[in-house]
């Protein structure tokens, strides 16, 4: 079953797997017994959801864009995760996660993060839960995001400086990675998005699946009964667009993700082992990991989720590109026309279905496009690149 | 809510079911001299070095060679070396900034005669993306006789084991302090050459002093195999290694020699290091 359980090896065709040091092994398979009783159990189940709507504001409403439909001939309804608390998507994970890391006995949480969203809502889910919190981050995007770092330090999380490779999300992993080594029999490993080794792809798409299944009813709501014709996502990782597919995988909706140019693992990566998975990388001839390169930083990473090399290789989504240049115009156009400043992440799928309307999307197709955070974290960047600062 | 979500998650088999067993085997090159050494009644060392760290590293391999040890584990770097500490990446890092590939390590090792067996270690996607045939087919012709690739466990491990096999290369798994017994039996099982103990839940590095966890894996190991077990990862001094000794077949030691060579000690500054080691393990 195409997003369905992956099984035991943790596996999506070829992708996927387990490819962690022996010490990592006990860690991820109690994890995984972990997360399957837990997801298994109504009482989890019911513990989560209703921590998700009384505290992260879900469901999250579906929005018409009136005039951002007229302007470029599609009809675009945006899922506005960008409304859920902490702002983004994120927070979905998390709680799940922290949930999970309470029934398991462990009193850290250890996170990376590239824009700081995941790292926030980490520190935000350490905070409900009273967890202990670090967070690890490339000194690059420490720069690039240092509301987000006082924000996690708010919140009580110590923020970790990563200074090894491109100094940005890959690295911020595998330092948590390390840091997990030695101190897994306390500490769970809140990773941000659908990649990693199993049970991680699964269960961090089971976790963000409620993007998808909210949506399509509220679609379906919307469109007297029928899905829309596209389903559109950006992807960094790939768990704001995993859990939004999982939701319109057995519909007839086109499902699109959109990488940063400068971060296109499938586009331009090969397959290879990066961070315990098996699935696309950009590396060189040599099988050393290139640097991604975008302005998001929730973009900068050279591999991508597993499932997703896998839904690619079946052409069941397909995944496509949006360059720095569009994405700022698809940042402002969304702002002026709908008074919704996106995250910098998700102005990228703003920005490939303003490009493709008319082109791959035929005039007059419905698309649905999950808007994963908000843009705070990114006016002062996006104010300095625009007034040349 | 459904009644029974429990329905649709049925039992599976272990994935350390799919462990590949392997019974009998011949034993290669590293098992055959650490069995050797420990009839003898003496322990084993097994030093690191990583490949292409500096202009001189042949020298300091030949040098750690002289200085008594018994198996040198040569890194090959790569870009995002998960399960090493800060000296460690510090050498990947500089080995790549000075052009290291798999291909330049392997040729530069295969102009020099180290004396003893060597062994590669590095990460999977090296290989992955230089072919899995070739690269064991390289490893041979640089008079490579083993592999440590600690991000690829038993359980993906098999299209690796079939080409390193086919080319005389024994590849050494892992075992760890969290490793269940049941499991480290089996990797036992399937490890070639020796088994790695990892001394201490923990990355590659220099440790003040050998983790309690170092002589309970090695116990756990020597329950369930009679294969050579070194013990490594966290294995810094001479006392240090002379205390895993006590229980393990022998040590290996990385950080502490790539750090000296990183401060400049140079091929006698590690070759007396090296000595200080085996003296230790000896008396
Ligand atoms: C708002 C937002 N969208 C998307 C992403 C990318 O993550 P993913 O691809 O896992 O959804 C991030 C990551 O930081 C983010 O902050």
């Known amino acids: 079953m195409v997003m369905g359980d992956p099984g035991p090896g943790g596996k999506y065709g070829e992708y996927g797997g387990r490819f962690v040091p022996e010490p990592l092994m006990a860690a991820c398979m109690e994890l995984e017994e972990s997360f399957r009783s837990a997801w298994a159990d109504e009482t989890f189940r019911f513990q989560l959801n209703t921590i998700l709507s009384d505290y992260a504001g879900r469901p999250t409403p579906l929005t018409e864009c009136r005039r951002l439909s007229q302007r470029v001939g599609v009809r675009i309804l945006l899922k506005r995760e960008d409304l859920a608390h902490t702002g983004s998507h994120k927070i979905n994970n998390v709680i799940g996660q922290a949930l999970l890391a309470e029934r398991m006995g462990k009193k850290r949480l250890v996170a990376e993060t590239g824009a700081g969203q995941h790292g926030v809502a980490a520190a935000t889910a350490a905070a409900l839960f009273g967890m202990e919190c670090v967070v690890y981050m490339g000194e690059l995007d420490i720069m690039r995001q240092e509301l987000n770092v006082f924000r996690m330090e708010l919140l009580g999380a110590e923020v970790r400086p990563v200074k090894s490779g491109s100094r940005t999300l890959k690295d911020a992993v595998n330092e948590a990675l390390r840091d997990w080594v030695s101190t897994c029999e306390t500490t769970h490993y809140c990773l941000g998005s659908v990649m990693g080794p199993h049970p991680y792809p699964w269960m961090v798409r089971e976790l963000q699946s409620i993007i998808g299944e909210e949506s399509r009813e509220q679609c379906r709501q919307l469109l007297h009964g029928l899905d829309p014709d596209w389903v559109v996502a950006c992807v960094g990782g790939g768990s704001n667009a995993a859990g939004t597919f999982a939701g319109f995988i057995s519909t007839t909706a086109n499902l699109v993700g959109v990488e940063a140019a400068g971060g296109a693992a499938i586009s331009n990566g090969v397959p290879g082992v990066l961070h315990g998975m098996m699935s696309n990388l950009l590396q060189d001839d040599t099988g050393q990991v290139l640097e991604a390169q975008s302005i998001s930083a929730g973009l900068d990473y050279p591999g991508i989720g597993p499932e997703h090399a896998f839904l690619a290789s079946l052409g069941r989504a397909r995944y496509e590109t949006a360059g720095d240049g569009e994405v700022l115009v698809a940042f402002k156009l969304l702002a002026q026309m709908e008074g919704i400043i996106p995250a910098l992440e998700s102005a990228h799928a703003i920005a490939w279905v303003s490009r493709e309307a008319g082109k791959t999307i035929p005039f007059g197709s419905t698309v649905m496009v999950t808007l994963s955070g908000r843009g705070d974290k990114d006016v002062a960047q996006v104010k300095d690149l625009l007034r040349g600062g | ?283």
């Open chain 2, 1 to 283: 809510m459904v009644a029974d979500i429990s329905a649709s998650f049925p039992a599976r088999p272990s994935p350390a079911d799919q462990i590949v067993a392997r019974s009998a085997h011949d034993p290669g090159t590293i098992e055959t001299r650490l069995r050797f050494w420990r009839d003898e009644g003496r322990k084993s060392l097994c030093c690191y070095l990583m490949g292409g760290m500096s202009r001189d590293w042949l020298d300091i391999l030949q040098a750690i060679s002289h200085g008594g040890a018994n198996i040198i584990e040569v890194g090959i770097p790569f870009s995002d070396p998960m399960i090493d500490g800060p000296v460690i990446q510090a050498a990947s890092r500089m080995a790549l900034d000075a052009g290291a590939t798999p291909a330049t390590v392997l040729d530069e090792i295969s102009r020099v005669e180290a004396g003893v067996p060597l062994v590669v270690m590095t990460y999977y996607n090296l290989l992955l993306k230089g072919g899995l045939s070739r690269m064991a087919k390289h490893m041979s012709r640089a008079s490579i006789s083993g592999s440590i690739i600690p991000d690829l466990p038993p359980e993906e491990s098999a299209p690796w084991i079939r080409e390193a096999d086919g080319s005389g290369i024994e590849n050494v798994m892992l075992v760890a302090p969290t490793t269940p017994v049941d499991r480290a039996r089996r990797i036992c099982e399937s490890t070639r050459g020796f088994v790695y103990c990892v001394g201490t839940m923990g990355v590659t590095g220099e440790r003040d002093s050998l983790s309690r966890t170092a002589r309970e894996v090695a116990a756990k190991v020597m329950s369930v195999t009679d294969k050579p077990a070194l013990v490594g990862i966290g294995v810094s001094t001479p006392a240090q290694a002379a205390g895993a000794c006590s229980i393990a077949d022998g040590v290996i030691v990385g950080s502490a020699i790539v750090r000296r060579v990183m401060e400049g000690a140079g091929a006698s500054g590690v070759e007396k290091f090296v000595r200080s080691l085996r003296d230790a393990i000896d008396s």
